[in-house]
Antibody, heavy 119, light 113 residues
């Protein structure tokens, strides 16, 4: 079955760029949306953005100016870049898979999450 | 944005009893082309990622116990946990995927009385 695993630094400095990768094992990137979500105690679950297997992206308007999501089908992974970090970007970052809306639309596979602290 | 508002923020229920969680969207999430509500419910236990329970507002994800059920349409939705079990202690979230950007409710914490 499909598994997702986030990787990246646990600590970043203000003003720097955070780069996280989500490795996909047990399945292909095709036909799904690939999501980045973050969670903080104060703001709960926040959708950052998503990409499909052909590279079409959609971003949260509140983060759009700072976010880039990309996909690498050769490595079966997708990535998140978030620049101009502030302490408010400290969160648990999750990657997830979303079924197309016409087939249900739910996020059915999640990574375990990676904690990022900006300090 | 479509704002998702859950109620209550927390509830305490006895084992074997029913838990009811409400979710209201600021605009309809009913997709007219297929008459499906673009709303999902998730369960999150401490230290774990969210787990998909319900999609299209009322369709149970494979492997989810049938004591979990979803209902509602348009802007008002309900997640019901019948016969509450100890392992159901968690935070529950609704989420819409109707609009271009997706939003979650603030979560409802379910505890055992």
């Amino acid at each position: 079955h499909v598994q997702l695993q986030e990787s990246g630094p646990g600590l970043a400095k203000p003003s720097e760029t955070l780069s996280l990768t989500c490795g996909v094992s047990g399945g292909s990137l095709n036909n799904y949306f690939w999501i980045w979500i973050r969670q903080t105690p104060g703001k709960g679950l926040e959708w950052i953005g998503h990409i499909n297997y052909v590279g079409t992206t959609n971003y949260n308007p509140s983060l759009r100016s700072r976010v880039t999501i990309s996909v690498d089908t050769s490595k079966n992974q997708f990535s998140l870049n978030l620049n101009s970090l502030t302490t408010a970007d400290s969160a648990v970052y999750y990657c997830a898979r979303r079924i197309p809306a016409a087939a249900g639309g739910g996020m059915d596979v999640w990574g375990q999450g990676t904690t990022v602290t900006v300090s | 944005d479509i704002v998702m508002t859950q109620s209550p923020d927390s509830l305490t229920v006895s084992l074997g009893e029913r838990a009811t969680i409400n979710c209201k969207s600021s605009q309809s999430v009913l997709f007219s082309s297929n008459n499906k509500n673009y709303l999902a419910w998730y369960q999150q236990k401490p230290g774990q990622p969210p787990k998909l329970l319900i999609y299209w507002a009322s369709f149970r994800e494979s492997g989810v116990p049938d004591r979990f059920s979803g209902s509602g349409s348009g802007t008002d939705f309900t997640l019901t946990i019948s016969n509450l079990q100890a392992e159901d202690v968690a935070v529950y979230y609704c989420q819409q995927f109707y609009s271009t950007w997706w939003t979650f409710g603030q979560g409802t914490r379910v505890e055992i009385k």
